[in-house]
C-alpha cells in the first residue's frame, strides 16, 4: 500500500491538507501579513514619540548655540567700541572665530550700511543686507536677521555711546548648514530621521536645508527659538518610515516566522504527497540506467574479447593487470590467468632486447602516450615475434601513474617483408656498383689492345709500308679498322656512363663559346650526314650569351643528339640545331629532325642503357644503345634536365635545358657561326 493510500485509510483530515497544500500556503500568508500589520501599527506610535524627542533635543540644540554665539557678541570689554585699524580689526576678529567656529565672516559696518572692514575670510556682507536691519535692543545688545541669500543669518552689535551718526556694528554671518548640523552635544544625532530642517522668522522668511532623504511617511513638528531680539521658528519634518528601523526587525521577526511556518507545513504536505511518486521514478531511473550500463558493458567486452589485435594493462611495476584473448593466444598462453602468473614482470619477460624493455614504459610516463613501438617480444614455447605497440599512461586521482594501457599488433610478417626489401635493395646495389666498377676496369683494359689493332689496321689499309698484291687484303684492313673505331667509341660511351653512374665523373667547368661549339659538333655528323642525303640546318640567333659548362661533356652530348637524329632520318630529310634562353633564364639546346620518331611510350626505353626500339632502321643503322642514356647523364651532371618529344613518321624534338645559374648575362655576346 502507497504512502497516500495509508493517509487515506488512516488519516482522513491529513489526507484532505495533502490534496491542498497552496490552499494551507494561502491561509498561511494571509494571517502572517495580518499579524504584521498589527504590529506595525504598535510600532507607529513609538516612533512619532521618538521623532518629539528628537525635536525637542535638536530645538534645544540650536538654541544653545545661538544664545552662546549671542552672548560672545554681546559681551561688553571684549571687543573694540570704535572703529578700530585694520591690524587691530585682524586681531579681533580671528580670536572671535577661534571663540565661536561657527561663525564663517566678520565685518565692521559704519553708517549707512558701508563695509569699513572685512574679516579674514573675506567679505561676505553687502549693504543691502544691512540696510534695514531692527533697531538695536535697549542698552545695547545683538539684533538678528536673515541673509539675502536665504542661507545663513546674520547677528549685528550695535556699539552704544558712539557719537550721532558714527554708529559701528559688528557683524557676523553664521551658515545654516553648519548651524542646524546634526552634530549634538552629549549625543549623535540619527541623520536619517530627517527629511527637511528650516529656521524661519516671524515674517515667514525660512531658509532650508535637505538632508537629501525621501520620507515614505512625513511628521511635521516646530519648536520656537529666542534669539537676540526676536523670536524664530525651527521647522522639521521627520520620516515615520526611518523611525521605526530600529524596531523594524519585530516586523520582520513575524514575518519570517509566519512564512516559514507555512513554507514548513505546505512543505511537508507536499511530501507526503509525493514521496510514493518519487519512489517508482526513481526505481524505473534505476533500472533504466542499470540496463544501459549493462548494454554498454556487453558491448565493450564483446570488442575486448573479439577484438583482432592484441589488449592489455600492465601496472608500472610490469604486473598484468588485464589481457584480452588476442594478447593471450599471440603470446601462446592458455589463459589471462596464465599469462599473468607467467609474467609477474612483464617488462622482464616481454621484451627480448635490454633497450625496448627499458625505454617503452619510460616513454610511456613521460610523453603520456606512445604510438608504433616496434619491439621483438618473446612467447611462452621461447619463440620470438615483432609487435607494434601502442600505448598510454592511466593517471590516479592524485595524478600519479600507477598502469599502462594499451594494444599490441603483430607485425612479423611485415617485419620479415621489410627485411627481405632492404637485403634485396642491398644486393641490387651492390651488383650495379660491381657492374659499374667492372665496367670501368674493363673498358681500360679492352682499349689498349684496340688501340694497337686500330693503329695496324689503318697502316695495312693505307698501304703506307709498301703495295700490297691482293687488293681485297687492303679492303679487309680498312674493315678492321673502322670496326675497331666503333668497338672503341662504344667503350668510351660505356666508361663514361660507368663514371658517371659511380659518381667518379668531374666537370672541368669554364665559360663555353657556344657557336663555336656547335660548328664544331655540326662537322663531326656533316660527313654521314651528305652521305644520307640529310639536309643540316641551324636555328639560333646571331648572338648567344656564353655557358659555364665541361666543352667536352657538352660537344659530346650533342654530338650523341646530331649523330641519332641523322641515323633515324631518311634520305631527302633535315636535321636542326637550335638554341636560345627562355622566360626563366635558362638556355634550351634543341635538336629536331624530321625522322622515324618513336611512340611516347617507348621514350622510357630509349633513355635506358643498352635499350633500343625495334624498328627496321635500327637493326640496318646499329649501335649499342647508350647513346640517349649517356646524353640524359652528362645533362643531369650539370643540373639540368633532357626532354624528349616525338611522334611516329613525324621526327623527334630533343632539348637540352641549362639552368639559369649556368647562364653568361647578355654581356660580351659571341656571334653566333653559321
Not at 549671542?70 to 586681531?91: C, H, I, V, Y
Not at 520656537?224 to 524596531?247: C, E, F, K, N, P
Request: hydrophobic share 45%.
Amino acid at each position: 500500500m502507497s504512502v497516500l493510500e495509508t493517509a487515506r485509510h488512516r488519516r482522513p483530515a491529513i489526507f484532505f491538507l495533502t490534496r491542498g497544500p497552496i490552499l494551507a500556503a494561502l491561509s498561511g500568508i494571509a494571517l502572517t501579513v495580518l499579524a504584521a500589520f498589527y504590529v506595525q501599527s504598535m510600532l507607529s506610535g513609538v516612533a512619532q514619540a521618538r521623532l518629539a524627542d528628537e525635536a525637542d533635543a535638536r530645538s534645544r540644540h540650536v538654541q544653545q548655540r545661538l544664545d552662546r554665539i549671542a552672548a560672545t557678541l554681546g559681551a561688553e570689554g571684549d571687543f573694540l567700541t570704535a572703529n578700530p585699524a585694520p591690524a587691530e580689526f585682524d586681531r579681533q576678529v580671528a580670536l572671535l572665530i577661534d571663540l565661536r567656529p561657527e561663525i564663517k565672516a566678520v565685518s565692521w559696518v559704519g553708517p549707512g550700511g558701508n563695509v569699513l572692514r572685512t574679516g579674514p575670510a573675506g567679505s561676505e556682507t553687502t549693504p543691502g543686507d544691512l540696510a534695514d536691519l531692527p533697531p538695536p535692543p535697549a542698552g545695547g545688545g545683538v539684533t538678528v536677521r536673515l541673509g539675502g541669500d536665504g542661507a545663513s543669518l546674520l547677528l549685528a552689535r550695535f556699539t552704544p555711546g558712539a557719537p550721532a551718526g558714527t554708529e559701528t556694528a559688528l557683524v557676523a554671518r553664521i551658515d545654516l548648514r553648519d548651524l542646524l548640523t546634526l552634530r549634538m552635544e552629549g549625543g549623535q544625532s540619527n541623520a536619517a530621521l530627517w527629511t527637511r530642517l528650516s529656521l524661519r522668522s516671524r515674517g515667514g522668511d525660512a531658509a532650508f536645508v535637505q538632508t537629501g532623504h525621501t520620507a515614505a511617511a512625513a511628521y511635521e513638528l516646530s519648536r520656537a527659538i529666542s534669539v537676540g531680539d526676536s523670536v524664530w521658528w525651527l521647522d522639521m519634518t521627520g520620516d515615520l518610515v526611518a523611525g521605526l528601523a530600529r524596531q523594524s526587525w519585530e516586523v520582520e521577526a513575524v514575518l519570517v516566522f509566519g512564512l516559514a511556518l507555512t513554507f514548513g507545513v505546505s512543505l511537508v504536505l507536499m511530501v507526503s504527497r509525493r514521496r510514493a511518486h518519487d519512489r517508482v521514478v526513481l526505481m524505473d531511473s534505476l533500472e533504466q540506467a542499470n540496463a544501459v550500463l549493462h548494454a554498454s558493458e556487453r558491448k565493450y567486452r564483446d570488442i575486448y574479447e573479439n577484438a583482432v589485435e592484441g589488449m592489455f594493462t600492465i601496472t608500472i611495476g610490469g604486473a598484468f593487470l588485464s589481457a584480452n584473448p588476442a594478447l593471450v593466444r599471440m603470446l601462446g598462453y592458455a589463459s589471462e590467468e596464465d599469462l599473468a602468473n607467467a609474467m609477474p614482470d612483464a617488462w622482464t619477460r616481454l621484451f627480448v632486447d635490454s633497450r625496448p624493455r627499458a625505454d617503452f614504459p619510460r616513454g610511456v610516463a613521460e610523453r603520456g602516450a606512445i604510438q608504433d613501438f616496434v619491439a621483438e617480444i618473446r612467447r611462452k614455447d621461447g619463440s620470438t615475434l615483432w609487435a607494434s605497440l601502442s600505448a598510454r599512461v592511466l593517471l590516479d586521482e592524485a595524478g600519479r601513474a600507477y598502469a599502462i594501457q594499451g594494444t599490441a599488433d603483430d607485425i612479423t610478417d611485415r617485419r620479415r617483408a621489410e627485411v627481405a626489401l632492404r637485403l634485396a635493395k642491398e644486393q641490387s646495389e651492390f651488383a650495379s656498383r660491381s657492374k659499374t666498377e667492372f665496367l670501368a676496369n674493363m673498358s681500360h683494359e679492352l682499349r689498349t689492345p684496340l688501340n694497337a689493332i686500330i693503329g695496324f689496321s689503318e697502316i695495312i689499309g693505307s698501304q703506307s709500308l709498301g703495295v700490297i698484291d691482293n687488293p681485297a687484303y687492303a679492303e679487309y684492313a680498312r674493315d678492321i679498322h673502322d670496326s675497331g673505331r666503333m668497338l672503341l667509341d662504344l667503350i668510351n660511351d660505356i666508361l663514361d656512363l660507368s663514371k658517371i653512374e659511380a659518381g667518379k665523373r668531374e666537370l672541368n667547368e669554364h665559360m663555353v663559346d657556344l657557336p663555336r661549339v656547335f660548328a664544331s659538333c655540326l662537322r663531326v655528323v656533316k660527313e654521314r650526314a651528305i652521305r644520307g642525303g640529310i639536309n643540316l640546318q641551324t636555328d639560333y640567333a646571331d648572338f648567344l650569351p656564353r655557358l659555364r659548362a665541361d666543352e667536352v661533356a657538352l660537344k659530346q652530348l650533342l654530338s650523341n643528339l646530331l649523330a641519332n637524329a641523322v641515323k633515324f632520318t631518311l634520305k631527302g630529310g633535315s636535321v636542326t640545331l637550335g638554341a636560345g634562353v627562355d622566360g626563366e633564364g635558362r638556355l634550351v639546346i634543341t635538336v629536331t629532325d624530321t625522322g622515324i620518331g618513336m611512340r611516347a611510350e617507348d621514350i622510357g626505353r630509349a633513355l635506358e642503357p643498352f635499350r633500343q626500339i625495334e624498328n627496321p632502321l635500327t637493326r640496318t643503322a646499329g649501335g649499342a644503345g647508350l647513346g640517349l642514356p649517356l646524353v640524359r647523364a652528362l645533362v643531369e651532371l650539370h643540373n639540368g634536365k633532357l626532354e624528349i618529344d616525338s611522334e611516329p613518321g613525324a621526327g623527334t624534338t630533343a632539348r637540352v635545358i641549362m639552368p639559369a645559374d649556368r647562364v653568361w648575362p647578355d654581356i660580351n655576346l659571341v656571334a653566333a657561326a653559321n
